[in-house]
């Protein structure tokens, strides 16, 4: 939970990015607004091609350019704004202020060098260590994240370590300059459950430790329910909803998150004769939106919702909402 | 548990995405379904490289020139020689001049055309058809492997020249006396070609279809119970398509110089028989006096290389329906 | 690893017998005789004497086995006896060329230094223009750069050397005298001079040579460093906060550089197996050219020497290739 | 309901690994090593466990994809454990396969039509429009427009994908179909488009199915008996209800323990969750005695010794752990 | 100038030949380059220079029935040596080594080149060692082949005792340093590349060589040669530019070099195949079966030459060291006759031959017949630039007169092989008509007019052994070439010669098409080269200097 410190370490305001391609623009990211604190987890959750990776990588510039261009917005780190710092600063954000951690572990690691070689890399650069320190942070970094022998595995390669070990080399990496913000993009998603579960408190050990602000992307509720602080909704390239973990789980105001709560089935509980479905698709991010995105498959439509893009409004304790719905402000049941 | 996607194609996802929306609202009729001839779209997206489209139109038009040219140009000119007539420069009666002989260059450029794209084509062709069938073989069939890759690696390490010389010893004069002078030479260069150019082929192809092999819709066809033979030429030999094509640029090119090669040793068509490697070959002792005789047919050799070089990328682009979508 | 190598070594030896043999018999089909450059003025009897001589009477298979026993053992203890000053293989018959009644290993040995020279110094600046080349051409797919390089590459590999040699030729040395058109071979490099010397006469060979080396090198480059440039560990390499100049030379490079080097590697017999076309353009008289000569005048000792040589080479360079891939790329061990 | 369709006994399948210098085998990767089970006809049995432990590879072995090392098959009363390829062929009707990956298992070059189209031509004599309007009529049962059998795999969404998979799985009216995983690498809200899917289709159809899954929880929505596998052994295998509600083996109760809980109600009471230490060992080298006493919290010393037979400890509830015996 | 002065004064000289010399044993290879290249180093006993003529040189004179060095029966030659003579090596030579050399040569297991040389010959006996007796086993008319031009020079007996016979091959070191009496020495030798020579201390005249080393170097093709001595100024002598006439027009305004042109008796002909090469008869008898179904009718080939413009043809193809020819011996002077013209083409005169001997066209395709037997040919001829252009002349003008013509290049190296497996050989002639270039050594006709003898000719039962490539076959011919054989004296020789040649021409055996010459080039500052087809072409290389500025 969020200590007493109320100040932004991240904010992020109207964030937009959009690809150029050969077939006309692709807007994956429509305005996005939200902050973290200090210590705080913010969990992200959306369906894929949402635009949740592309919201991230923008943030530290890490998307190619061509084809992305990020129009529009601010995204303040301690109050600076990263779109417009030189490209230098920008590096030095990167890894030394930011961590990054991937999905895919089997595939993030470069192949051909040593994990030592790799978690030291970032060491040096940014904490400006040398080798023998480097190193010695270096082991420092895998017992932190729980891999035994970690003198010792400093001179393996990536191969030699399975899924779950990779992914936590790659936490370490993230965490190897003790940054201020750790921005974890799906980090499980390709994991077993029992991986999963020791990644996650491992996780949670070091939110402790360390007190820095975590971004959580991925798109199984259950790790942002036992883990997030806060959650955002993400749905076309825009967050629909924005809220604390208890009110967004018990009281989600959007049409889409409760669709979405709705389709998961449970280990335990009652069992539901049918799963429930979103039916249809999201829709091309073809332009930026001129109409609520959802409207195509939303139960609740009705005309408004094709003339305009609702915008997030407050419905109080920090729970935010797009909808125009009457009843997405107030009711609990709606969705048939 | 994302929808893995291929990296290839980020884009492409979303236009399918459109359209599977905009069916499930109902708003597509349900009659296009006719079955439009996949060409079409294979030609759509051609159209839409513009190197392939240039080296399309100017491979098309040497092509035209060698095919129609002697409609319009008085070949004789290039084949009888004319004493009056001998080393004159380009002018209007002969476009790119004449050589010793009194020959019309542009006449022989196209009867030397005619037979370098044939020779270059075909030989391609062929040594395209066994890398690939030899390739294809001994990626998918385990068995097959090894002895089939010795055989290439035999092949690599054969001296080439000594190949051909007992080649054409032992089958030329059963060639000519079977198809008559062009046409049995003509066989017998392409297959001599052929059957030394295409090791690495098949090396490429090989690899591509160890990888293949593994990939899940090979498995599914198995599963749905598709025999060996069929899995190879529906599944496997459209996917390793593009390496293919790689190979056949390059192959055009080699194939129009080792003719070149092998007439300057004698083993080619007869001394009468005009192609580019000849003419290049005749034209490097005149370098300094008459530049034009190398420069001529050296410029059509790297041109042809040059625009299917452009149309290959093209046509792999546009035969990839991944690709395709954008 | 090493059982693998060793593995592969005794596999190859089957292997190398084969080709040889088959080399053998392919050389004995071929037409052509010894004596074809002997003047017309030598009568045929004298002429069928000198075959006789050359020992062309006896019949195939003894001379393959003759040959391979040279091949695989008398030389061999020539060579011991040359390092250690024995005399183990005095008065046994090498492999003697027809043409010049000499052990063929002495005119290979006297061979292999220009060919080095030359075609060892364009593989060398070849390599070193292709990488940049195709780092370049792919960090920038579809540049300006990329498209000229494209274009530049594909004329290359299309223009054939006995054209672009004259012509160099024509331009550097007769017309500007800039640099020699005929190599010396006696060329001694053992000053500053003469090594200026050895440059000026290796440019043009280098330059042609080069340019075809160069044009296959950067295609295969450009293509590896894309395959790479996409990879997710890019990516990863990137939110570490390093420099580009790291990224790409670093990190990108090194994963492009495994097929490359591989590919490089299997280039190298044609090093020892020299340009043909190219060092008779220049006359640079190396193993290509001994080799052209040699089936030129039917010398077949020599030809199935050298040929058989090139066919290890070729066999030992695939197996140095394979044992690369595996030293560079650690994801495989061959086991 | 009371036929078993498919009957698994002691299925071995061992990957050979050769090393040293004249390629020997030195061992064998033992993906699947000594499984026995049976499908009734119509029910849906569960197979869960983490990667590697050998689902697919068992699912594969059991439509004979594999040459199997060892074991007896029987499919709808015929064995196929031996039988060769070419005779199998005229099976494969019968069993079909749904994969796990919707976008690898379609020939990215072949469009829907000519996809689903596959079997027909392969064992039907069907015309070329018969082939076409079956092929509408499949994509039509799998819930795909027919307007689109000319387009490509690449141009659907994940979910669309693996209803052209199942579609094609279904041309030849199957009695059983593998789903290796056919739900892993779609989004959670596709995910329960195509398990009703299936879940209607084996209504309408009268299908029988292997659902092969790592999620606990789908699993759980769509079995009706479950097996837990553990590097190549099946561990337990129950009733649905009687292995979520009470499992026998701690590999399961550690597995069920894992599955993250939508509820951050629930998550907050941190309900006592069993983190397992330590990886998966490696199949080609599995440990001495019992697989799971490397990494079992509630390890003995027979565990390390003796491997646990698979028994039925209550009635259709089996398990193979030291614990009930 | 630089005539006169001490040995090595001009420094190094720089000689290209663009076939490279694969040895300095010019008996153990026969290949002009190779014998060319000894020729630096070992010397003959007697030389023709560039008129033909022959001149002593290692020998004191040349022995004749005047000063009784040739005995009255013809039988025996008495040489006698130069006094004072020594090896470079500074050791003396002496007849026993030009004994020795015939015993070298000789050996049955040494497979010489060059044993024609030594043909008829019964023994070589050494009185004294200054004195060498050869003994033919018949008279010799001419008896100057043994011992005399660049192909038989004299080997040191000390150096090569060791390599006679089947050794002969295993000395290496011998073959490539051979110890001579010539004006330099074998410093290195690299076979097919380049061979670096120095002036031998113990030459046997003051002053000479006037350069100091030379650098030999092999290989390559003749226009890069051409343009290396006129074009860069890279080398001084340039061997054999066998190239077209304005590519060495062109070279020559490099204006560094320039070229020179010697004749000899080398003649390009087509040769008139006298069997019927109807390959219906069969591999053996398609070159044994008479006649040719029309080239027998003197009509046809008489025809055949007339249309053939030979001055283009000299135009086109050699230039300044082409004439036209219309003999079969052309050289020297005193053999080559003079009785038939050939110089103006008469395509007219050609066609109205054939109408008048029955050959006309009936059936209106191009070709002409005359009892059923069409006049169409293969022509075949071995690959190269300027034999390919003759082939496609030639057969436009035959096609003018009413022939068709097939045309087919072999490779040199097949063409010219003998190897009798092969159907392409020249031997073989499996062709109508066929082209080439032959001529002889030395200054005398003789053997070379015996090539056309009847039991000459290729065949079957000789393993396609024999000289005599058309078959022609006429007891007259034979019967004159007896009469040569027992005829002594130039005059009385030359007529029966010449006889000789005009019968071959008239009578079928072949079409002369160009007398040719050779074509060498040297530097403008390199003096004293005497061009010379009689001998080796580097015969007085002593002689040669630089021309000072
Ligand atoms: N390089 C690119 N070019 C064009 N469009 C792109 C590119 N990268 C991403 N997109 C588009 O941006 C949108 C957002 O993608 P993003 O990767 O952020 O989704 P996501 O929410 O992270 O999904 P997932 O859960 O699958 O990771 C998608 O529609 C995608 O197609
Ligand atoms: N063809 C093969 N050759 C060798 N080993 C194999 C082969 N196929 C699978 N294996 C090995 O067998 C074991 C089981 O693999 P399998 O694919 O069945 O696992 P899985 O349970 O399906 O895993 P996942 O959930 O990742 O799909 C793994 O260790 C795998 O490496
Ligand atoms: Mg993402
Ligand atoms: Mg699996």
Redesign the pocket.
């Known amino acids: 939970m969020p200590d007493g410190d109320t100040r932004n370490v991240l904010e992020v305001n109207n964030l937009r990015t959009v690809?150029g391609?050969r077939s006309g623009e692709?807007h994956?990211v429509n305005s996005v607004s939200f902050h973290v604190k200090p210590g705080e987890l913010l969990g992200v959750v959306?369906?894929?091609?949402?635009?949740?990776?592309?919201?991230m990588m923008s943030l530290i510039g890490l998307l190619?350019s061509p084809?992305?261009d990020v129009r529009e917005g601010e995204v303040l780190l301690d109050g600076e704004d990263l779109l417009k710092v030189t490209p230098d600063r920008l590096r030095d954000v990167r890894g030394g202020e930011v961590g990054f951690i991937f999905?895919d572990p089997m595939t993030s690691l470069n192949p051909v060098f040593t994990v030592g070689y790799q978690i030291m890399e970032p060491v040096r650069r940014h904490m400006g260590l040398n080798k023998k320190q480097a190193k010695a942070r270096a082991i420092e970094l895998l017992e932190l994240v729980g891999i035994p022998g970690a003198a010792g595995r400093l001179s393996d390669y990536p191969h030699q370590f399975s899924g779950g070990m990779r992914q936590r080399v790659m936490i370490a990496i993230a965490l190897a300059c003790d940054p201020k913000v750790l921005i974890a993009?799906?980090p499980t998603t390709a994991l077993d459950v029992t991986i999963q579960a020791q990644i996650l408190e491992i996780v949670e050990d070091l939110r402790a430790k360390l007190g820095m602000a975590i971004i959580w992307?991925t798109?199984d509720l259950g790790v942002i329910a036992g883990i997030a602080d806060r959650v955002a909704v993400?749905y076309a390239?825009q967050i629909v909803e924005h809220a604390p973990v208890f009110p967004l789980f018990n009281d989600p105001r959007h049409p889409y998150t409760r669709a979405l709560l709705k389709t998961i089935p449970t280990v335990s509980g009652e069992r539901a004769a049918k799963l429930q479905v979103i039916e249809g698709q999201p829709p091309m991010?073809g332009a930026a939106p001129t109409a609520c995105p959802f409207r195509d498959r939303c139960p609740l439509v009705f005309d408004r919702c094709h003339a305009e893009n609702p915008l997030r409004a407050d419905v109080g304790d920090g729970h935010d909402v797009a909808c125009f719905h009457p009843l997405a402000h107030t009711a609990k049941e709606a969705v048939a | 548990m994302?929808?893995a996607?291929d990296p290839l194609t980020?884009?492409g996802?979303?236009i399918g995405v459109v359209a599977a929306s905009a069916a499930v609202a109902g708003a597509e009729p349900l009659l296009i379904t006719a079955a439009r001839s996949q060409w079409w779209d294979v030609w759509d997206q051609f159209r839409t490289h513009k190197g392939a489209m240039v080296g399309a139109a100017i491979f098309l038009a040497i092509l035209a020139l060698v095919v129609i040219g002697p409609l319009f140009v008085d070949m004789e000119a290039g084949i009888k020689s004319d004493m009056r007539a001998r080393n004159e420069p380009m002018s209007l009666e002969y476009p790119l001049g004449t050589d010793r002989l009194g020959r019309d260059m542009f006449a022989r450029m196209i009867a030397g055309g005619r037979v370098s794209l044939a020779v270059g084509l075909t030989a391609m062709a062929l040594s395209l058809v066994l890398g690939t069938l030899i390739g294809v073989l001994a990626g998918y069939f385990k068995g097959l492997d090894g002895p089939l890759m010795r055989l290439t690696d035999l092949f690599l390490a054969l001296p080439l020249l000594p190949l051909l010389l007992v080649m054409v010893l032992l089958f030329r004069e059963p060639l000519t006396a079977a198809f008559g002078i062009e046409v049995g030479i003509f066989i017998l260069i392409v297959s001599a070609i052929g059957i030394t150019s295409w090791m690495q082929t098949a090396r490429i192809v090989r690899g591509d279809v160890l990888a293949l092999k593994e990939r899940e819709f090979v498995l599914a066809a198995r599963s749905i119970g598709t025999p060996s033979r069929r899995i190879v030429t529906r599944h496997i030999l459209p996917n390793v398509l593009s390496p293919i094509m790689v190979s056949a640029t390059l192959g055009i090119a080699t194939a129009i110089i080792t003719e070149s090669a092998l007439s300057f040793l004698g083993l080619g068509f007869p001394p009468d028989f005009p192609t580019w490697g000849r003419l290049l070959n005749d034209g490097v002792p005149f370098l300094e006096l008459y530049p034009g005789r190398a420069f001529w047919p050296g410029l059509a050799i790297s041109l042809v290389v040059l625009s299917i070089n452009y149309v290959g990328d093209g046509l792999r682009d546009a035969l990839d329906p991944r690709i395709r979508g954008r | 690893m090493l059982t693998f190598t060793i593995r592969r070594l005794l596999f190859a030896i089957p292997t190398l017998l084969f080709i040889a043999l088959v080399i053998f018999m392919l050389l004995e089909l071929a037409p052509g005789d010894p004596m074809a450059n002997v003047p017309l003025t030598v009568p045929a009897e004298v002429k069928e004497q000198m075959r006789q001589a050359l020992g062309l009477g006896e019949p195939v298979h003894i001379r393959f086995w003759k040959w391979i026993v040279q091949f695989f053992w008398i030389e061999p203890l020539n060579v011991f006896d040359h390092m250690f000053g024995t005399t183990f293989a005095e008065g046994k018959l090498r492999i003697i060329s027809w043409q010049n009644r000499a052990p063929v290993f002495i005119t290979i040995a006297e061979r292999i230094p220009q060919t080095l020279w030359v075609v060892g110094t364009s593989y060398v600046v070849a390599i070193l223009i292709a990488i940049p080349v195709g780092i370049y051409s792919a960090y920038k797919q579809y540049s300006v750069f990329d498209q000229a390089g494209t274009f530049v590459t594909m004329i290359g590999f299309s223009v054939p050397p006995f054209f672009s040699g004259v012509l160099v030729i024509i331009i550097f040395a007769v017309q500007l005298r800039w640099f020699p058109s005929i190599y010396d071979t006696r060329l001694v490099v053992d000053s500053w001079d003469s090594f200026g010397m050895q440059v000026r006469q290796m440019f043009l060979p280098v330059m042609v040579l080069a340019l075809q080396i160069t044009s296959q090198l950067s295609r295969f480059m450009r293509a590896s460093m894309l395959d790479n440039l996409n990879q997710d560990y890019v990516r990863t390499a990137r939110a570490k906060g390093l420099r580009e100049k790291t990224v790409v030379l670093v990190h990108v490079l090194r994963n492009s550089m495994i097929p490359v080097v591989t590919v490089i590697a299997l280039g190298v017999p044609a090093i020892f197996g020299g340009a043909i076309i190219t060092e008779q353009v220049f006359k640079v008289n190396g193993i290509g050219q001994l080799l052209i000569t040699a089936i030129q005048a039917n010398d077949l000792p020599m030809v199935q020497t050298l040929t058989f040589i090139f066919a290890v080479l070729i066999v030992l360079f695939n197996l140095i290739a394979d044992v690369l891939y595996g030293i560079l790329d650690p994801r495989i061990r061959y086991d | 309901m009371t036929r078993p369709l498919v009957k698994v006994r002691d299925l071995k399948m061992h990957f050979p690994i050769y090393a040293g210098l004249l390629r020997r085998q030195v061992g064998a990767v033992k993906a699947v090593d000594g499984v026995s089970f049976d499908i009734l006809e119509g029910e849906t049995l569960g197979l869960v466990g983490e990667s590697g432990c050998g689902k697919s590879t068992c699912g594969r072995a059991v439509l004979r994809l594999y040459d199997i090392t060892d074991g007896e098959i029987t499919v709808d009363g015929r064995a196929i454990g031996s039988e060769d390829q070419r005779s199998l062929r005229k099976m494969r009707p019968t069993m079909q396969m749904v994969f796990q990956d919707p976008q690898a298992c379609l020939n990215p070059r072949m469009t829907v039509g000519s996809i689903i189209g596959e079997p027909l031509v392969e064992h039907t004599a069907m015309s070329k429009a018969e082939r076409t309007d079956k092929v509408r009529d499949l994509m039509d049962k799998v819930g795909l427009n027919a307007a689109f059998i000319n387009r490509y795999p690449h141009e659907f969404s994940g979910g669309q994908r693996q209803r052209i998979g199942i579609a094609r799985a279904l041309a030849l009216n199957p009695k059983f179909i593998v789903c290796d995983e056919p739900i892993a690498a779609l989004d959670v809200s596709i995910q329960a488009q195509v398990v009703n899917l299936l879940e209607e289709l084996q209504d309408s159809l009268g299908l029988t199915y292997l659902f092969i899954s790592h999620d606990l929880s789908m699993v759980r929505h769509i079995a009706d008996r479950v097996a837990v596998m553990y590097l190549g052994k099946v561990v337990e295998l129950a009733p649905r209800d009687a292995l979520y509600d009470e499992p026998l083996h701690p590999y399961t109760e550690a597995l069920l323990s894992a599955v993250p809980e939508p509820d951050p109600a629930k998550a907050g009471q941190k309900r006592d969750r069993i983190v397992l230490q330590g990886d998966v060992p490696s199949p080609a080298n599995p440990p001495e005695g019992c697989n799971f006493c490397t990494r079992c919290p509630r390890v003995m010393d027979v565990c390390t010794r003796l491997d646990p037979e698979f028994r039925e400890v209550k009635p259709g509830h089996w398990a193979a752990c030291h614990l009930h015996d | 100038d630089g005539h006169e002065g001490e040995r090595g004064r001009d420094g190094e000289v720089s000689i290209i030949y663009w076939q490279a010399p694969s040895t300095m044993n010019p008996f153990l290879s026969g290949g002009t380059k190779d014998v060319e290249a000894a020729s630096l180093v070992i010397e003959p006993l007697a030389r023709f220079d560039e008129t033909g003529a022959i001149q002593p040189w290692l020998a004191s004179e040349i022995p004749t029935t005047e000063n009784g060095g040739i005995s009255e029966d013809l039988k025996t030659v008495t040489w006698k040596l130069q006094d004072g003579i020594t090896w470079s090596d500074g050791t003396p030579f002496t007849s026993a080594d030009v004994k020795f050399t015939y015993e070298y040569c000789t050996d049955p297991e040494g497979g010489c080149a060059q044993v024609t040389k030594f043909e008829g010959i019964e023994s070589v006996e050494t009185p004294d060692d200054l004195t060498v007796v050869i003994t033919f086993a018949e008279p010799q008319p001419y008896p100057y082949s043994a011992f005399t031009g660049g192909e038989s020079p004299i080997l040191q007996q000390a150096q090569f005792a060791d390599c006679v016979g089947a050794a002969a091959s295993t000395c290496t070191e011998q073959n490539f340093n051979p110890i001579g009496t010539g004006p330099f020495v074998v410093d290195e030798f690299k076979t097919n590349d380049v061979i670096t020579l120095s002036a031998n201390p113990n030459f046997r005249f003051e002053g000479k060589p006037a350069f100091a080393s030379i650098n030999f170097k092999g290989g390559g093709d003749a226009e890069a040669a051409g343009r290396a001595v006129m074009q860069t100024g890279e080398f001084d002598y340039a061997w054999n530019l066998q190239l077209a006439p304005e590519v060495i027009a062109q070279m020559e305004t490099g204006g560094l070099g320039t070229p020179v042109a010697g004749f000899g008796p080398l003649v390009e002909r087509i040769m008139l195949n006298n069997t019927n090469p109807d390959p219906a008869l069969g591999p053996d008898e398609r070159s044994v079966v008479r006649p040719h179904p029309f080239l027998s009718d003197p009509a046809v080939y008489r025809a055949m030459s007339m249309a053939i413009d030979r001055p283009l043809l000299v135009e086109i193809g050699y230039g300044q060291a082409g004439k036209v020819g219309c003999n079969w011996v052309p050289a020297p002077e005193v053999y080559a006759s003079t009785s038939m013209e050939c110089s103006t083409q008469d395509i007219e005169g050609a066609k109205a031959m054939l109408e008048e001997a029955g050959w006309v066209d009936s059936n209106g395709d191009g070709v002409r017949e005359k009892d059923g037997v069409e006049l169409r040919m293969l022509y075949q001829t071995s690959t190269n630039a300027v034999r390919q252009d003759f082939q496609q002349l030639i057969k436009e003008w035959w096609e003018e007169i009413g022939f068709a013509v097939e045309l087919r290049n072999v490779s040199g190296s097949v063409f010219f092989g003998g190897d009798a497996g092969s159907p392409d050989t020249f031997q073989k002639f499996y062709a109508d008509v066929e082209m080439y270039a032959n001529t002889f050594n030395g200054t005398d006709p003789q053997s070379y007019l015996g090539n056309g003898l009847c039991d000459k000719a290729p065949r079957p039962e000789t393993q396609w052994q024999g000289e005599n490539i058309s078959r022609f076959c006429d007891e007259e011919y034979d019967a004159l070439w007896a009469e040569l054989a027992a005829t002594s004296g130039v005059e009385a020789r030359a007529p029966i010669a010449k006889q000789l040649n005009d019968m071959i021409v008239q009578r079928g055996g072949m079409i002369p098409l160009v007398h040719r010459g050779r074509l060498s080039a040297h530097a403008n500052d390199l003096g004293g080269v005497k061009l010379n087809v009689w001998d080796s072409e580097l015969w007085n290389v002593a002689d040669w200097y630089r021309i000072g500025e």
Do not use: C, W, Y
């Not at chain 1, 959306?46 to 919201?55: A, F, I, Q, R, W």
């Open positions: 690809f391609t692709v994956a959306g369906e894929s091609g949402s635009g949740k990776s592309v919201t190619p084809p992305a999905q993009d799906e992307i798109h993400m390239g991010l | 994302t929808d996607r980020p884009v996802n979303d």
